[in-house]
């Protein structure tokens, strides 16, 4: 082979096979910049566990605006695991969002699929409430977004809806693998 260097990829799991570069095809991700996850931060509507609801159209009232806000883990704010935008929609309050490439972010993200932690809730402040409904909170102004763990919502239905994940597509441990390039010398065959 007149002392050609093929540079292969080599992909160790479970198992492991050659593949040469020639016949690797390098694509983009074809969702681009699509959002990792969808969700209801919260649902209009619906008392929640502190005995209020909130009302549709709160959200916009309050000023919500088209500026990304934080996702955080458990309303701590020391821990932002990514990023989102809102929409008041009549049925609540809806996000799409990005989690962070850390390892927080991955870790929420493995969370959020897992199911051990695929709930929201919000964080809010300036609440005002209906005069005729004492309970019912006619606009409020957006904080944060907070994913946290199982059967811990305020407000039932605010939760992931869905997520992008290889490992969800396709169950495969893709995560758990290594990539390695290695030069071999084909003349020396």
Known sequence: MNGMVETQMEIVSEG?????LRDLEVRADP???APHFEGWACRHD???AYGTEFA?????????DGEPY?????HDPTEPVGVFRAEDQSEGLRIRGWWDQTRAGRDARAKGLSGSAPELSVGFRQAIFDDDKPNRIVAVKLVEVSQITARMAA???????SARSVAATGRRHVAASRLRLRSLNLSAR
Do not use: F, K, N, Q
């Open 16 to 20: 492991y096979c050659h593949v040469a």
């Open 70 to 74: 934080a996702l955080c883990w458990m």
């Open 56 to 64: 549709p159209g709160a959200w916009s009232r309050g000023g919500l």
């Open 46 to 48: 619906t008392i929640d």
């Open 155 to 161: 407000v039932p239905g605010s939760e992931i809806t």
């Open 31 to 33: 969702e681009g910049d």
